[in-house]
């Protein structure tokens, strides 16, 4: 069923689904905000686009609407003032199952072809959504433009490839021959048609709102289904221009836009009515496990793809390059105020300290020398503001007062307030660091934000097995080790084996253990209690559609 | 990472993977008893081989022994009085656990290459391993042989075939370069590391312990993971020597035997906790709604893949061969005496009849001709023994009784009890036939044997929501439609994708509803509640596996 947009799109997808075979570095859309690859206007015109949805209306023509709702506060200090509109669960579902007959019949090639024209659409509008994306996450710039924008498209693009090799191994149809020794073959015509399981609703995170819902909105979509996507009340706006996009680029290739919508609901309980509906078949969630649990739990008529907390870690045995590393720490630990669900959390240090290049460091010494790494790291304000960013929620904050107290450790660095000269409300704060020991009961819980613990352990062979547990136990997705020895790399790679998490090696350059590339590192291993999903693999997409046949003799 | 068994079978592997693509007709195995296939003495060797066994223990040398169980009554009327060894769930689960590193280590082309040994293998046992099927779940003989043996062994090799599909599209390693403009790109190593995501369980049926039970066993194994096989109290030999060959190819290559056990238990409550083992990652499970449903609400720690209860239909609109339609139908209803999952239970008849190429046939009138079609085909005692089998369970009998009584429907076509000469008391009955009302309650449960209903309908338009109703409702492997009007196929085509179930159209000849032949037909859709999975496609293996990387600066 040959499609104009498929056909358009062609050659982005084919080297998409190499890409997610050979993992060797690629990418679809430009990550640097440059005029020459988006345009001369296009930072101006992003910021004004933006600007023109404060303090307005957000219409989407959805059916069911029975309000406005207006929840938004940026973590830079000031209310959106968006309103968006609220409707009913059960009109989305309606319109969405309405929808979905037009979109299976186009095909594989055609939900392909239409997804990619998305996703092209989007990328134009990628500061616009950078900007979104900043104010309701308190991301900073750089950040938000790329994980906002071009990484995010590129995590959907991702999903759309895997989704698209899946759905193009089946076959429309077969001629199907048995032969009957010396009787006429058996003869079949049998045809395969790709049937989505039904509603998808994907439910949105506040730090993340497009990296963390494009990955499961655009597999639910491009296998079939209508989605709703639900986003984190304080990161509505991002996810809204995106739905808005979206819907318009369905009209214009003749599918309902009711396929896809946004559902912004003022209280909690219409969130958990929409989840349990027995037309919802798949839930995508990135956020707490209180919420997440109780996805897993009570909404058993859906697949649920939840991403989790963790305690991301990472073991520190030597190093050859000692400045190096903790210069990459440093930025890890920083970047976002460590509000990545990737960030590392508990650094697991031997009590009688690292061998390192410039001589042995004692636990105290590898401390200091961290903290005041940070410290340089973040001594310019310009610098600073850039990286960390602003502190997304009141409860970050809190428990960024609370560790500070010296409730959870011994405080080795302290947090500073940083005034941003441009949002003189804006909660802007710069990594708390942490020392305890393997006992302490702290750091074995996610303790999102800018908090991070070294945690004294006897050895390193007590710390890769402190490791292995905390991620079989607690979940992580990422986990790290610095070491000169080959031996320990080893066991700690067999460690990660046993605990499914994803280990970076010696990092001391430009690349950080909190990162993961599209089409190259798997986010999440689906492993572990942090996630039970992978952004993006065969598994992610391949339950979201079912093949239905029919056959007669010929 | 070469292994020569790969090498040795890749052929045959490539073909499979072929015909899971393209979906016409290949087999790997012969499905005719025949000896220039399978030898002169196959026959014999097989019978004598599964004699051998009869009144003996079944040794398999496994750990963690506590005692022998013998349970398994042939539905042919003789106790089989073979042994078991009944071991600990624990001691399994450890010493799967230990052998699973080095199943690990050997790699996807390591694990598929022993796989299709294992399958050579068995297939070379296809007698034996037909004696002991038929013997315990009361197949007959051809199709104890094919279905427990070649069929069940191609159903395998498919699961084999999409795993190694998707493990062989995940790179072992890659190199990732990213340009830095006029800086040095960012040079990194990754290793993409398969990792089993812990101990299968596969709980067997009674039915079809090895066509069933293959599958999801193959699938686990060929991804990774140790696999504990569970059989049905009354269908454990059939898997106990598939066990056993098992075992044997594993320590030929040097993988420790204890990856794949066997899991004879006594009492439900072993089976039960070993389901609920944090270790235990995955079952696979077929049988009865009580014990699946069970499965999937208590055993949270793992993915359940499971085949259910099921109401298969067929709409009867209309036809232009009649008595091809009759013989056809009369062939699924007997086929086994209606003990197989995918017979249909109930025929959707319009109040006012159907059109034929005979002419105008009332809803009595095709009652007492597909009556007749059956006793037809079953008036020669070799031809019923051959094509009914024996009833295979107790309860089944009991079903049998309680609707000849007339309290489920008005028996149109009584069932008959005949003898088999060879086996005095075996259990053999034709099929009965009841007719009832849309509105009655009896056919809208899974009535599982020789009983089915014609049900009387408004019209071929209720049929087709009636059918799409109780598909969504209570499940269902198969539908089928006969129908002269494309109409009517169309709205029927439109049902099967809305409840999620694959349609035979007009079968007339020597295909049947109730058959589905591996690497062609899908067995299940996996998308209503008769089955949350299908044989096979991706999505049956994808997520048996889980991706580990690691990544280290070059």
Not at 462 to 478: C, D, F, K, P
Not at 497 to 518: C, P, Y
């Amino acid at each position: 069923m040959p499609h104009p947009l498929f056909d358009k799109h062609r050659a982005t997808l084919d080297a998409a689904v190499k890409a997610i075979h050979e993992r060797t570095y690629w990418a679809a859309y430009a990550e640097m905000p440059s005029p020459k690859v988006y345009g001369e206007t296009a930072m101006d015109d992003g910021k004004r686009a933006f600007d023109r949805c404060l303090g307005q209306q957000f219409a989407l023509d959805q059916p069911g609407q029975t309000a406005w709702m207006s929840s938004e506060q940026s973590p830079y200090g000031f209310a959106l003032e968006v309103s968006y509109p609220v409707c009913k669960g059960q009109a989305l579902i309606d319109a969405g199952l309405q929808a979905m007959p037009g979109w299976q019949k186009i095909g594989a090639e055609g939900r392909t072809g239409i997804c990619l024209e998305i996703l092209e659409r989007l990328n134009k509008r990628s500061f616009e959504l950078a900007h979104a994306v900043m104010m309701t996450s308190g991301q900073g710039w750089m950040m938000a433009f790329q994980a906002g924008a071009p990484h995010a498209q590129e995590r959907a693009l991702e999903a759309v490839a895997y989704a698209w090799r899946e759905q193009s191994f089946v076959p429309p149809e077969a001629i199907w021959e048995k032969p009957q020794g010396k009787n006429p073959p058996l003869l079949m015509k049998k045809h395969f048609e790709i049937v989505g399981r039904g509603v998808a609703l994907v439910i949105g995170c506040g730090t993340f709102p497009t990296w963390n819902t494009y990955p499961g909105l655009f597999a639910a979509l491009a296998t079939g289904n209508p989605v709703i996507v639900k986003p984190h009340p304080n990161a509505i706006l991002p996810v809204a221009i995106s739905v808005r996009i979206i819907r318009e680029v369905l009209v214009e290739n003749g599918i309902d836009a009711n396929l896809v919508s946004l559902a912004a609901f003022e209280d909690e309980v219409a969130t958990r009515e929409l989840a349990q509906h027995a037309a919802i078949k798949s839930i995508d969630f990135t956020g707490g496990n209180t919420f997440g649990n109780w996805l897993l739990g009570n909404c058993r008529q859906a697949q649920v793809y939840a991403e989790l907390a963790g305690v991301n870690n990472i073991v520190i045995d030597s190093t050859d390059a000692y400045k190096a590393m903790l210069r990459n720490l440093a930025f890890t630990l920083s970047l976002y105020s460590g509000q990545m669900c990737t960030t590392s959390q508990a650094l697991f240090v031997p009590t009688d300290g690292i061998e390192t290049d410039l001589g042995h460091k004692s636990f105290d010494a590898l401390a200091s020398d961290l903290a005041a790494a940070i410290a340089a790291l973040l001594g310019k304000p310009e610098v600073a503001l850039a990286v960390l960013g602003a502190i997304q929620s009141p409860e970050t904050l809190q428990r960024i007062a609370t560790a500070s107290s010296g409730a959870l450790g011994k405080v080795v660095l302290a947090t500073r307030k940083i005034d941003h000269p441009e949002f003189p409300a804006a909660q802007i704060r710069t990594p708390l660091l942490l020392a305890c020991t393997a006992d302490d009961p702290a750091w074995r819980q996610e303790c999102f934000g800018p908090i991070s613990f070294l945690v004294r352990v006897t050895d390193t062979a007590a710390a890769i097995a402190l490791s292995e547990r905390v991620v079989r136990e607690q979940g992580a997705l990422t986990a790290g080790v610095y070491s000169t020895s080959a031996e320990v790399i080893e066991a700690m790679t067999e460690a990660t084996w046993h605990a499914k998490v994803a280990l970076s090696i010696n990092l001391t350059g430009g690349v950080f253990v909190n990162q993961s590339t599209a089409f190259s590192d798997y986010h999440g291993s689906g492993g572990n209690p942090a996630a039970n999903a992978s952004y993006a693999d065969a598994a992610f997409v391949a339950n979201r559609f079912r093949v239905v046949q029919r056959r007669y003799p010929l």
